[in-house]
């Protein structure tokens, strides 16, 4: 690792795909499997740095097209990349853009998620949408959604938006395809995406040299191909056998459109082909049940945006599926969000408190319920780790997803995640 990067493979799940690992970074080491945390904008919405590292987060995920267009990468890069920026000098990730640009293009806010049955068609965008992006060989045009300004991003754009970021781990810019595009475009897009990966290695290769005196970054090729398994698995060995002057990915992102009942059947199919020796990040999920699926399919690390998204919400995370905090059943409650919780929240606030703050619409209330949130999720992957370490991966599924699964039925919780990262 003279660079600063490598990834070491710890215990490994019997009959499956599954292990324990660490990342090193120039930043600091990620023991996985790990949920890393959302700061979209250089921020975890509402929580301090310091709160995110004492809930137990590895590492930080920021977003390179909300930064590009606000702040301006630039700037990022002025003050010393992302972590100096944002007070997190643990590691952090940047993903390439391309799913905010894309989603842009078909105006589906939950693209990944959306009911697609029997609709199968290229064009189609959400009712009352305007097209705002349009994807060629060479990159996506678009216009921002901030002030309407007509931008281009293309694969070298991308790298240098995240060479200026600084973060320890980036992805290559791909094209996101919904569950709605026709095969053939799925075909095509697969292709279009390896082409970008190839350039995407280029550009990382020749800013890397230039940028001489910065960490290393690690760069992770992103599979596409949505629910088709010959198109995963191409396109995973078509991006593991990829190289620029005799360098080849740090690492892969499996993204794309994915069906919630066959993620662990595609991760499988991808983490198949991949290098055993390198990380696999899943991008966008925070079920308990697909941490599961994802982790026995050899998904690595994860990053979602709804454990702090829904706790703005008032909607709790516990071990008995959610509840919301804001209904008339927390308004006497002096109990803690969840009993046991570890968090710095459930050691001291009840739900009665918690109810009190979102009635009132003060700050403190998304605060304190996305440190129980974030830590829920954190711990819950950090179980799982624990659990394969220890040989006891199965029981500990039946026993969580048991526990969760009937706290859900009773009506307790809120039944699945609506939306998605
Ligand atoms: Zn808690």
Not at 104 to 117: Q, R, S
Not at 129 to 137: N, P, S, T
Not at 263 to 288: A, C, F
Not at 313 to 318: D, H, K
Request: net charge negative; glycine share 12%; aromatic share 8%.
């Amino acid at each position: 690792m003279a660079d600063g990067f490598a990834f070491e493979v710890g215990a490994r799940l019997d009959g499956a795909l599954g292990r324990t690992g660490v990342i090193h970074t120039p930043h600091g080491d990620i023991r996985t499997p790990a949920f890393v945390a959302v700061g979209t904008k250089a921020t975890v919405k509402s929580v301090l740095p310091e709160s995110v590292a004492e809930l137990g987060a590895q590492a930080v995920l920021a977003n390179a097209y909300h930064l590009y267009l606000q702040p301006g990468s630039d700037i990022v890069d002025a003050a010393g990349g992302l972590g100096a920026f944002m007070n997190w000098p643990g590691p952090t990730f940047t993903d390439s853009g391309g799913f905010q640009v894309m989603s842009l293009g078909a105006g589906f806010k939950k693209v990944l998620a959306m009911d697609t049955a029997g609709l199968a068609d290229d064009d189609v965008i959400a009712p009352g949408k305007e097209r705002l992006a349009h994807v060629d060989d060479d990159g996506v045009t678009f216009r921002s959604h901030l002030n309407g300004d007509l931008l281009r991003f293309t694969p070298e754009v991308s790298m240098r938006i995240q060479h200026e970021l600084g973060a320890d781990i980036m992805f290559a810019f791909d094209e996101l395809t919904t569950l709605m595009n026709t095969r053939g475009y799925q075909e095509s897009s697969v292709e279009r995406t390896h082409a970008w990966a190839q350039r995407c290695l280029a550009e990382h290769a020749r800013l890397t040299a230039e940028r001489v005196g910065k960490p290393y970054q690690a760069l992770f090729g992103v599979v596409q191909g949505a629910q088709y398994e010959d198109l995963r698995r191409q396109a995973s060995r078509g991006l593991a056998s990829l190289e620029v002057a005799g360098r080849g990915f740090d690492g892969y992102g499996i993204g794309g459109a994915l069906e919630k009942e066959n993620l662990g059947t595609i991760v499988g199919w991808v983490s198949s082909e991949l290098p055993e020796d390198k990380p696999r990040h899943l991008l966008g999920i925070s079920e308990p049940d697909d941490f599961f699926a994802a982790i026995e399919a050899g998904a690595d690390t994860f990053d979602c945006v709804m454990p702090s998204r829904v706790a703005r919400n008032a909607a709790i995370y516990t071990a008995s599926g959610r509840y919301n905090v804001n209904t008339a059943a927390s308004r006497r409650d002096f109990r803690p969000l969840e009993e046991g919780c570890d968090c710095y929240t459930c050691a001291h606030y009840t739900r009665a408190y918690l109810h009190h703050l979102f009635k009132a619409k003060e700050m403190l209330a998304a605060t304190l319920a996305t440190i129980h949130n974030e830590r829920f999720t954190v711990r819950l992957v950090d179980d799982i780790r624990a659990s394969i370490e220890a040989g006891r991966f199965a029981e500990f599924r039946t026993e969580f997803l048991g526990r969760y699964i009937a706290g859900r039925r009773q009506g307790g919780g809120l039944g699945p995640a609506e939306g998605s990262c």
